[in-house]
């Protein structure tokens, strides 16, 4: 099953690979990011829910139909209706409790959330991408950053879900710039956040940039460096960062399709591996480095995060601690995203939202 799960909610994906989209943005290759994904008709949708229900699926509290890909509000009016249908029948059934929809910022007016909301849909997800309209103009995108605080605004005012796409690495964006796109996002406030680095596909605009010489992507440490801040000042400011990192696709691992970029399957868990790194080494110094009995306490589904890559972080903290082995256990009692340490007499502790006081 192709879904993704936050807080017993299963969202279960059908791609409507560049159905709406007026132009190509500079660096889309949908066939690449949606991999092979069939056409969406009535009976694939009924086929996919129901095996998703017979698998673990039914275990969850909500269950919610996404169309992604495209922009789901420029498409016809009748076609968005179509599938607007196909997955309300859904909800009446029982079988899914909601639907989510992506969309450009300039696709959304008053007309078209109305027909969103009658039809069962609690949740947009914007394609924003940057909030520098010099980085959106380089992008080619056709809309301006104002276009996403409306689009937000409108959704905010029907009671629906929003949610901002962003990139990171766009042409013409420096990290200065954006940091501000994320500063502008916390300002705007969405209720999610997902963040992609900028990847160069072939058969793009920005492959024929790249080898033009005219487009240099991010390396992949500056990447997870840019989004190791962005995580943590988003977590502090309490938005949810549902995705940091396209999702592999068999499209995307076949030789060719990738040009350059900072492209990594577990790009979120390197990003959470750096700052748990830097959580463990600020815990160190604040309790003596070589004191005895040092036992880190961190959330189970946090464990890897601390590890590092190949156990890189805990070589690290070894090396601080002179060679004595780092203790780490899994305690469901601290939260996810936080970091405990107990030497015997004291406890110090952190977590990722009181990490953006300092990256
Ligand atoms: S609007 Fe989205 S799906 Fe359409 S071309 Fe641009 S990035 Fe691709």
Redesign the pocket.
Known sequence: MNGCTRKRLLIIPFFL??R??????V????RI?AGNAPPVTEDFMRQTVSACLAGRGGRYDRREIAFY???FT?MPRDEMQDLLDMASALIAQGAVHSIRV???PDDIDEARIRILASKGVSAVEI?A?SMDDGVLRKS???HTTEDVRRAVRLCRDRGLETGLHLMAGLPGESRLSFEASVAETIRIAPDTVRIHPVIVFRDTQLARLYEQGEYRPLSLEDAVTWCKTALARLTRARIAVIRLGLQATEEMEREGSILAGPWHPAFRSLVESELFRDMALELLEKSGADSSGNVFHVAPADLSSFNGPGGRNRALLQSRLGGRPVAARPDPAVPRGALQLRDGRNEYGTSIAEAAARV
């Open positions: 690979r560049n709406g989209c007026r132009h190509r943005c660096f889309c290759n949908e990011i890909g495209g922009s420029g992506s969309t450009r394609g991408q080619e995108r056709g």
